[in-house]
C-alpha cells in the first residue's frame, strides 16, 4: 500500500512538473510567442528567463542633413525569453511579444539588420533612447 501511495504521489508530481514546464513556455493570453532566428553564439548566451533588448540597423534619410545615413534604434525593450530552440544547426529564441510589437519586429526583420541585447536580470528599466549615428558619435 505504501509503495502504491508513493508511486500516485510521483506521478502527481511529475505531471505537475511537466505542466510547470509547458505552461511556462506559453505565453500568457494577449501575447505571442514570436519566434526569431538567431545565430549560435546568441542561441547559446541566451536562456529561457532572460529579458533581451532589441537594436535593428539601417539605412534612413535624415532631413536636417539631406542625407541618407545608416543607424541604430533599440525598438523592443525587456522582452521576456520564453524559450531558446536548436534544432539542425540553427537556432531561434521564442519571444513573448503582443501582437503590435510582434508586427514591428516581423517588419524590422524583413527590412533591417537585427541584434539582440542580453539584458542584466537586476535592469527592469524601460529606457528612452537616442537614435545612433555616426553623425552623432563623430558630433557632425
Same mark, same amino acid.
Given at each position: ?5 508513493? /508511486? /500516485? ?5 511529475? #505531471?505537475?512538473?511537466?505542466y510547470a514546464q509547458q505552461a511556462a513556455r506559453?505565453?500568457? *493570453?494577449?501575447?505571442? #510567442? ?35 545615413? *545608416?543607424?541604430?534604434?533599440?525598438? !523592443? ?6 524559450? *531558446?530552440?536548436?534544432? #539542425?544547426?540553427?537556432?531561434? !529564441? *521564442?519571444?513573448? !511579444? ?6 514591428? /519586429?516581423? !517588419? ?10 542580453l539584458r542584466n536580470p537586476q535592469d527592469s528599466? /524601460? ?6 549615428s555616426f553623425s552623432k558619435l563623430f558630433g557632425?
Open positions: 500500500m505504501a509503495k502504491k501511495i508513493f /508511486l /500516485l504521489t510521483a506521478l502527481f508530481f511529475l #505531471g505537475a512538473f511537466i506559453t505565453p500568457a *493570453v494577449q501575447w505571442r #510567442g514570436y519566434m526569431l532566428e538567431v545565430d549560435k553564439f546568441t542561441g547559446n548566451a541566451v536562456h529561457a528567463g532572460d529579458r533581451v533588448d532589441i537594436l535593428m540597423t539601417f539605412k534612413a534619410f535624415i532631413k536636417q542633413q539631406n542625407k541618407e545615413e *545608416v543607424i541604430t534604434a533599440t525598438i !523592443l525593450q525587456r522582452i521576456s525569453v520564453l524559450d *531558446v530552440i536548436s534544432e #539542425g544547426g540553427k537556432y531561434g !529564441l *521564442v519571444l513573448t !511579444l503582443d501582437p503590435r510589437d510582434a508586427q514591428y /519586429l516581423f !517588419l524590422a526583420e524583413k527590412t533591417a539588420d537585427l541584434k539582440i541585447i528599466a /524601460l529606457n528612452p533612447l537616442d537614435i545612433a557632425h
